[in-house]
């Protein structure tokens, strides 16, 4: 082709895609024009097969036409497309006054237990605790028989506990993490293990059969009772204020010895000041060390020479005393009208 006829002709392609460029209202009529420029068949393409004819002294001049052409082409393209999203967006946008303030999104809160958990968690952390975690559907070695249990404790009771058919339960208490605890550590221990537990309990003002528990392990050499009441001293004083009196009340669980029921008598304005019932805690009995002892083969626990203390308690409950919450059930029907107060 000579070279005057195919310059002409790379002007005419241009000037063709150009202007059908320019009347296009569409996503797929601009990929139309695109494959029959550009594409492997298209007229530009076809065009620098041409080149093959041209004159090596005008190779280089050609070429860069061809390119020209080719790049404007692009251009037009690329700029149509921009255009076309624009115009598309702009319609989606029509009618929408987006001066207007947006609508609020309703704003969640922490549970009023997390608030309380996260309280004595902080507290106990920095007396060392470290948190512990062990399984809600458990053993009865880990729930019962390593904590001193014996078959024929009311606690083991089919009315009593949620069993399963392969013989495991939901946890009735925290107290299995000691037991897993120790299965795995050896001393100095200082753990907390705050979840849930469960209870064939018929549900009230005051019991929940799904609940919350915070349990606590300290064993090392030489833990004395002293230790214990220092600790839930101090414990309870941080999380209810300084004036809190606590009462330890001689009682009974299978897996301390002795054993205490810590009552607390705290005082809030407005609200009347008595003494309830908060957790139950002692030294960890012998036995359970031995149970221990047996899972793990070693000296580790020997009873002789270690000895520790434990407690537990309800979370709920001292969610309801911290708040003045009177009835259980509350925590649980996550009503936002109850819920908001604790934002
Ligand atoms: N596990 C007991 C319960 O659920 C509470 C408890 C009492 C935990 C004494 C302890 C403890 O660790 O030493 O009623």
């Known amino acids: 082709m000579p070279r005057t006829s195919m310059f002409a002709e790379l002007d005419q392609i241009q000037s063709d895609a150009l202007s059908e460029i320019a009347g296009i209202d569409s996503d797929a009529a601009l990929e139309d024009v695109r494959v029959r420029f550009l594409g492997k068949k298209g007229r530009v393409t076809a065009a620098s097969a041409g080149m ?19 790049t404007a082409i692009t251009e037009a393209l690329e700029v149509k497309a921009e255009a076309l999203t624009a115009a ?4 989606a946008y029509a009618g929408i006054d987006v001066t207007l303030p947006g609508r609020p999104l309703p704003k969640g809160s922490l549970h009023p237990l997390t608030h309380v958990l996260d309280k004595a968690v902080s507290v106990l952390r920095r007396m060392g605790f470290a948190i512990a975690d062990g399984p809600e559907i458990e053993t009865e070695w880990h729930c019962f028989d390593a904590l001193n249990t014996p078959a024929d404790h009311p606690a083991r009771n089919e009315s009593d506990t949620f069993y399963f058919e392969n013989g495991k339960l939901l946890r009735t208490h925290t107290s299995s993490v000691q037991i897993r605890t120790m299965e795995t550590e050896v ?8 979840g849930s537990a469960f209870r064939r ?8 059969s799904a609940f919350h528990q915070l349990e606590g392990l300290y064993v090392d050499t030489r833990v004395t009772l002293a230790d214990l009441k220092g600790t839930l001293e101090f414990f309870f004083r941080e999380m209810f204020g300084n004036e809190t009196e606590l009462r330890f009340r001689p009682h009974f669980f299978p897996f301390t010895e002795p054993s205490f029921e810590v009552d607390l008598k705290f005082h809030a304005a407005g609200r009347e000041s008595k003494w309830i019932e908060i957790a139950g805690c002692g030294m960890v009995d012998p036995n359970v060390f031995a149970a221990v002892g047996k899972t793990r083969g070693d000296a580790a626990y020997d009873p002789e ?9 309800g979370l709920d409950r ?19 009208r109850f819920l908001r107060q604790f934002a």
Request: glycine share 6%; aromatic share 4%; net charge negative.
């Open 52 to 70: 093959r004819d041209v004159a090596p002294e005008q190779k280089p001049a050609m070429g860069q036409k061809l390119n020209e052409v080719r």
């Open 88 to 91: 598309r967006d702009a319609a």
């Open 187 to 194: 001393p100095p221990i200082r753990i907390i293990a705050p």
């Open 201 to 208: 309990d018929e549900i009230d003002a005051t019991h929940l």
């Open 305 to 313: 020479k270690i000895s520790g203390f434990a407690f537990g308690m």
């Open 318 to 336: 001292l969610a309801m005393i911290t708040y003045g919450i009177p009835d259980l059930r509350l925590l649980i029907e996550n009503d936002v």
